[in-house]
């Protein structure tokens, strides 16, 4: 039987930097299993095969949530990355860190060394920024390249000047000491090529003797005996078998990490009894605090052919597409579609922004296709603190157990007033120049949606998430924390760590990623003694 001094469960954003800080002693052998195959595919690599991936089981787990009341009881896509790299390898690459405030509540909410001071140095050794930013707020020695994309659409520059018109400012840093503003998003990609944890992180240390990789192995269960994880059980093709380890670490995300816990007998104890799972260590907060950024799209249809889009007017550029990526990574091919956006402040706002958009210069379609005949441009808002929590339970399916992932949007309704506010916000943005030179024709919500209850009512028909659940393992000492803040250990399992988006007390204000990788960071150093 194989044994390990350290395992690693995922080899997404945070797995990664585990796994490389963790094997450089060369005499402590490390094992990272992820239940995703290689990232070895042009559609992970070159940005614009995003639309390739979501919903392929290839690339994407492709859960679907639980019908949700507040959004007219639909269920509501969850895409999370099923490879190498996680959902590093299947999102749209933005860099964003998050306020500074967010780490401080942290701090406050019971998570001594979590606070920004502590933080922004993690941040700063990981990242290899290529943008000539201020090193106050950046690094330039760590492994993640940051950089600007190849080749962005010119619209997004009509869309920044369209906030400036009402006093949005032009941000050229969503990492530096505001994130007030519009602009273009930092992204994590070398060469114009999608740049993931795994690409930074494992990929040029595979060759390390005590280093083990496996993909295509699936975590059946954790090995406990008498209050301490000794092992792992997995499923590889088509052989279980046990594996030996001194320490597990969790980096399966907000969503894999509950689901190991529960089907392993840890969690809520009457939930884990009525799926006749064992009750190995009854922690009541496994699967609690779901947290993530209900987001609502508006959508609008141009004629004009200096957006993206598929039209015989855009005939020139498609065919040119392939040979001025390979030429100099510009092009259609190269753009991430969510090039510029920002963060702005509603109505409703304290003193930070509250919603944060995501500007797509492309037709999104009205019908939920990936791909849509024209050209237009559209933009999706999100709330960026949300209140409304949700919880992940694990359910029997055939031989094994399936998430019910219950995100509860808008059941606290300031989440819907914030989304209704930031909707007309994005609108106001929408009807300033230079975007209204470009002829726009809004098709969702619709000329005809106009009061604040029928904003309302098109997002219960509408609102999706984009992708950055949090919080289902976290980090405190209350009730209801499932992880030491300090150790990153499991409450009352020794052998046992978390390290990845899930220990998240509350949401930061942006996207997940980089800040999935730092808490990766520091769970290495917890580890280390460092």
Same mark, same amino acid.
Request: glycine share 12%; net charge neutral; proline share 7%.
């Given at each position: 039987?194989?044994?390990?001094?350290?395992?690693?469960?995922?080899?997404?954003?945070?797995?990664?930097?585990?796994?490389?800080?963790?094997?450089?002693?060369?005499?402590?052998?490390?094992?990272?299993?992820?239940?995703?195959?290689?990232?070895?595919?042009?559609?992970?690599?070159?940005?614009?095969?995003?639309?390739?991936?979501?919903?392929?089981?290839?690339?994407?787990?492709?859960?679907?949530?639980?019908?949700?009341?507040?959004?007219?009881?639909?269920?509501?896509?969850?895409?999370?990355?099923?490879?190498?790299?996680?959902?590093?390898?299947?999102?749209?690459?933005?860099?964003?860190?998050?306020?500074?405030?967010?780490?401080?509540?942290?701090?406050?909410?019971?998570?001594?060394?979590?606070?920004?001071?502590?933080?922004?140095?993690?941040?700063?050794?990981?990242?290899?920024?290529?943008?000539?930013?201020?090193?106050?707020?950046?690094?330039?020695?760590?492994?993640?390249?940051?950089?600007?994309?190849?080749?962005?659409?010119?619209?997004?520059?009509?869309?920044?000047?369209?906030?400036?018109?009402?006093?949005?400012?032009?941000?050229?840093?969503?990492?530096?000491?505001?994130?007030?503003?519009?602009?273009?998003?930092?992204?994590?990609?070398?060469?114009?090529?999608?740049?993931?944890?795994?690409?930074?992180?494992?990929?040029?240390?595979?060759?390390?003797?005590?280093?083990?990789?496996?993909?295509?192995?699936?975590?059946?269960?954790?090995?406990?005996?008498?209050?301490?994880?000794?092992?792992?059980?997995?499923?590889?093709?088509?052989?279980?078998?046990?594996?030996?380890?001194?320490?597990?670490?969790?980096?399966?995300?907000?969503?894999?990490?509950?689901?190991?816990?529960?089907?392993?007998?840890?969690?809520?104890?009457?939930?884990?009894?009525?799926?006749?799972?064992?009750?190995?260590?009854?922690?009541?907060?496994?699967?609690?605090?779901?947290?993530?950024?209900?987001?609502?799209?508006?959508?609008?249809?141009?004629?004009?052919?200096?957006?993206?889009?598929?039209?015989?007017?855009?005939?020139?550029?498609?065919?040119?597409?392939?040979?001025?990526?390979? /030429?100099?990574? #510009?092009? =259609?091919?190269? !753009?991430? *579609?969510?090039?510029? %956006?920002?963060?702005?402040?509603?109505?409703?706002?304290?003193?930070?922004?509250?919603?944060?958009?995501?500007?797509?210069?492309?037709?999104?379609?009205?019908?939920?296709?990936?791909?849509?005949?024209?050209?237009?441009?559209?933009?999706?808002?999100?709330?960026?603190?949300?209140?409304?929590?949700?919880?992940?339970?694990?359910?029997?399916?055939?031989?094994?157990?399936?998430?019910?992932?219950?995100?509860?949007?808008?059941?606290?309704?300031?989440?819907?007033?914030?989304?209704?506010?930031?909707?007309?916000?994005?609108?106001?943005?929408?009807?300033?120049?230079?975007?209204?030179?470009?002829?726009?024709?809004?098709?969702?919500?619709?000329?005809?949606?106009?009061?604040?209850?029928?904003?309302? /009512?098109?997002? #219960?028909? =509408?609102?999706? !998430?984009? *992708?950055?659940?949090? %919080?289902?393992?976290?980090?405190?000492?209350?009730?209801?924390?499932?992880?030491?803040?300090?150790?990153?250990?499991?409450?009352?399992?020794?052998?046992?760590?978390?390290?990845?988006?899930?220990?998240?007390?509350?949401?930061?204000?942006?996207?997940?990623?980089?800040?999935?990788?730092?808490?990766?960071?520091?769970?290495?150093?917890?580890?280390?003694?460092?």
């Amino acid at each position: 039987m194989e044994r390990f001094d350290h395992i690693v469960i995922g080899a997404g954003s945070a797995g990664c930097v585990l796994a490389n800080r963790l094997s450089a002693d060369p005499a402590t052998r490390v094992l990272v299993i992820e239940a995703g195959g290689h990232d070895r595919d042009l559609r992970v690599k070159v940005p614009a095969g995003i639309l390739a991936m979501y919903g392929r089981a290839r690339f994407d787990y492709g859960w679907v949530g639980v019908p949700q009341p507040g959004l007219n009881d639909r269920r509501i896509p969850v895409n999370r990355g099923r490879m190498l790299g996680g959902s590093s390898s299947l999102n749209s690459m933005l860099y964003i860190r998050g306020a500074a405030r967010d780490y401080d509540d942290w701090r406050d909410l019971g998570c001594p060394g979590w606070g920004w001071d502590e933080v922004l140095p993690v941040f700063n050794a990981l990242e290899r920024n290529r943008n000539g930013q201020d090193p106050a707020f950046h690094g330039a020695e760590g492994e993640l390249i940051v950089s600007r994309p190849r080749d962005p659409n010119p619209v997004c520059q009509d869309y920044i000047a369209a906030g400036e018109t009402l006093q949005l400012p032009r941000n050229t840093d969503f990492n530096g000491p505001s994130q007030l503003g519009l602009g273009v998003y930092d992204v994590t990609q070398r060469d114009g090529l999608r740049f993931s944890a795994y690409n930074a992180f494992l990929e040029p240390v595979r060759s390390r003797p005590n280093l083990v990789i496996r993909p295509g192995c699936t975590l059946r269960r954790l090995i406990v005996e008498t209050g301490r994880v000794t092992g792992i059980e997995v499923q590889q093709g088509d052989q279980p078998q046990r594996i030996l380890a001194g320490q597990v670490i969790l980096s399966a995300g907000a969503i894999g990490t509950p689901m190991a816990l529960m089907a392993s007998g840890i969690g809520p104890g009457a939930q884990l009894s009525a799926q006749g799972i064992a009750v190995v260590h009854d922690l009541p907060g496994v699967g609690q605090n779901l947290r993530d950024h209900v987001d609502g799209m508006i959508t609008v249809r141009s004629d004009s052919t200096r957006t993206l889009g598929f039209s015989l007017g855009n005939w020139r550029r498609l065919l040119a597409a392939p040979f001025a990526f390979a /030429a100099g990574r #510009r092009g =259609e091919l190269s !753009t991430n *579609y969510v090039v510029a %956006g920002g963060f702005a402040k509603t109505p409703l706002a304290g003193d930070l922004p509250d919603v944060q958009f995501h500007f797509v210069p492309g037709y999104r379609s009205h019908r939920g296709r990936l791909v849509e005949w024209g050209h237009g441009f559209a933009v999706h808002t999100c709330v960026l603190r949300p209140r409304s929590i949700g919880e992940i339970r694990i359910a029997r399916e055939g031989e094994g157990f399936a998430p019910q992932i219950d995100h509860r949007f808008f059941s606290d309704p300031f989440d819907a007033q914030v989304l209704v506010e930031g909707i007309k916000l994005a609108r106001r943005i929408f009807a300033a120049p230079p975007l209204t030179g470009l002829n726009g024709r809004e098709i969702l919500p619709g000329p005809d949606v106009i009061s604040d209850d029928q904003i309302l /009512a098109y997002l #219960r028909a =509408e609102a999706l !998430t984009v *992708y950055h659940p949090v %919080g289902t393992a976290k980090m405190g000492r209350d009730g209801m924390a499932v992880v030491d803040p300090v150790t990153m250990q499991v409450h009352g399992i020794a052998g046992l760590r978390v390290a990845d988006a899930s220990v998240m007390p509350t949401l930061i204000g942006g996207n997940t990623n980089a800040p999935s990788m730092m808490i990766g960071e520091k769970c290495a150093r917890a580890i280390l003694g460092r």
